[in-house]
């Protein structure tokens, strides 16, 4: 039998804890001329190129230089169901909730539709770099299953979950406190833990959800306490005066959340901007995780994400897209705006603290950082391959670049799916099969097949 052994050559970067300056070399390793051995999917060896080609075998090997290998990136938040509204124009949440997303949402009651857009969702998502995502389906139990079985059809490590919403919302958008249960119950039974994929117990938010649909996700937490949980906090004022008005007992509106046992460090609790002090103390204790939606928060006007703020009370920050409110699928393009929303407040985002973020920063937010999210021998080869010279502008620039921190300042500002120029999921190459060379073989570029075919068929 064939080996299914590849070996990756190329310029290697994985962080093995968050860089706390930007001169700060304790954090990463990079390799100059290094490679990584592949196997079943797996990171078995990394090191110099030398090194580890010696104990290679016959392993195919694929020459990325001068590009960079990291880890693939993690998005903790995204809407599957959004594709088809991601810029539409002109409101701010409550409004943009009723007036786009859950007409949309409604479209995905519909098997064929679910599962034409999962396809399209997924290809989006590596075509960026994203090689895992923790997102948000439709409160129908199809929409879920469209996306649990793209991603086993990919072999993707996803987290996901049907949003459970039984108010405050359209007719064909609302669940019951018992069917979302039962249609969670299912799922949990079905996908968790199967393959790669992991569910997340997903309360929308307070205002699409009942006292009694919250008590509900309360014992699907107790019951379930190895998922995750994903919900939305304090995006927009708007949204927390109402919220405060349907759960007047509420000390705040975490306290909502936190009275039916939702919070622990499986928790993940979208955009968190305006928060009170207890809710920061709060989130300190329990180790819930406020997630950083930059390009939605820009988009939507919701309001500045304090990291410095929240970091110094020892909370763990992700950073996410938010697709459909966020308007990029590129975690280079999420950093860019992130760059620029601490920017605003006098904190810092230096490069090698953002991609550690994307990669095994998010990764420990999620608890997952000895599976994904670094190259360490033994995770998983997910790995995303990037080119700082990917246009015009970004290889006019690189000729005025000498370090590692500028280059990656370069891909951090300027970089987006141009930048990918290979993605592998557990150890398949996911744009363009790449042909064996023989070694030693001097770098060359590939193009991308899949993605150019599909932009031939839309144009
Ligand atoms: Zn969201």
Redesign the pocket.
């Known amino acids: 039998m064939p080996s299914d052994r590849l070996l990756l050559r190329g310029r290697l970067l994985t962080f093995s804890a968050e860089p706390q300056s930007p001169d700060d070399t304790s954090a990463f390793d990079y390799i100059e001329d290094g490679a990584l051995l592949i196997e079943n999917g797996l990171i078995l060896r990394r090191g110099s190129y030398c090194e580890v080609v010696a104990g290679a075998g016959d392993a195919e090997i694929i020459d990325h230089r001068p590009k960079l290998l990291m880890a693939g990136f993690i998005d903790t938040?995204?809407?599957f169901p959004q594709v088809q509204i991601v810029a539409s124009w002109g409101a701010q949440l409550l409004d943009w909730l009723n007036t786009y997303t859950f007409p949309e949402e409604t479209r995905f009651a519909d098997e064929g539709h679910a599962a034409a857009m999962a396809c399209r969702f997924f290809d989006l998502l590596t075509d960026h770099g994203t090689t895992t995502a923790v997102a948000?389906c439709s409160v129908h139990k199809a929409s879920a299953e469209a996306y649990f079985e793209e991603a086993e059809q990919r072999n993707m490590r996803m987290i996901g979950g049907k949003v459970l919403m039984d108010r405050n919302a359209p007719d064909g958008l609302r669940d019951t406190p018992q069917s979302g249960y039962d249609d969670t119950k299912d799922l949990i039974a079905k996908w968790h833990g199967r393959g790669r994929a992991s569910y997340a117990i997903t309360p929308r938010f307070a205002i699409t959800s009942t006292p009694g649909q919250m008590e509900m996700a309360g014992a699907l937490v107790a019951e379930h306490p190895d998922c995750f949980v994903q919900t939305?906090l304090s995006?927009n004022k708007n949204e927390i005066a109402y919220t405060l008005e349907l759960y007047p007992e509420a000390r705040d509106y975490l306290d909502v959340y936190q009275r039916y046992g939702l919070l622990s460090d499986k928790m993940l609790l979208?955009?968190s901007i305006h928060l009170e002090q207890r809710e920061i103390d709060a989130l300190a204790e329990t180790g819930a995780r406020p997630v950083f939606?930059p390009t939605?928060n820009l988009f939507l006007g919701s309001g500045l994400f304090d990291d410095a703020g929240l970091r110094s009370k020892g909370i763990v920050n992700a950073i996410a897209t938010?697709i459909g409110?966020?308007t990029s699928y590129s975690m280079l393009q999420t950093l860019n705006e992130g760059y620029k929303i601490l920017q605003l407040q006098g904190q810092k985002l230096h490069p090698f603290r953002a991609f550690h973020w994307i990669t095994r920063g998010n990764a420990v937010a999620l608890g997952l950082e000895d599976r994904i999210g670094t190259l360490d021998e033994g995770t998983e080869a997910d790995i995303v391959v990037l080119d700082s010279r990917a246009t015009e502008a970004m290889a006019l620039r690189m000729e005025r670049a000498s370090t590692l921190a500028e280059e990656l300042f370069v891909l951090q500002m300027l970089g987006d799916d141009r930048a990918i120029d290979e993605v592998y999921v557990a150890g398949k190459p996911q744009k363009g099969k790449a042909p064996a060379v023989p070694q030693p073989a001097p770098a060359r570029t590939r193009k991308t097949p899949a993605t150019r075919e599909r932009d031939l068929v839309l144009s």
């Open positions: 938040h995204i809407h948000y939305h995006e979208g955009h939606c939605s938010d409110a966020g």
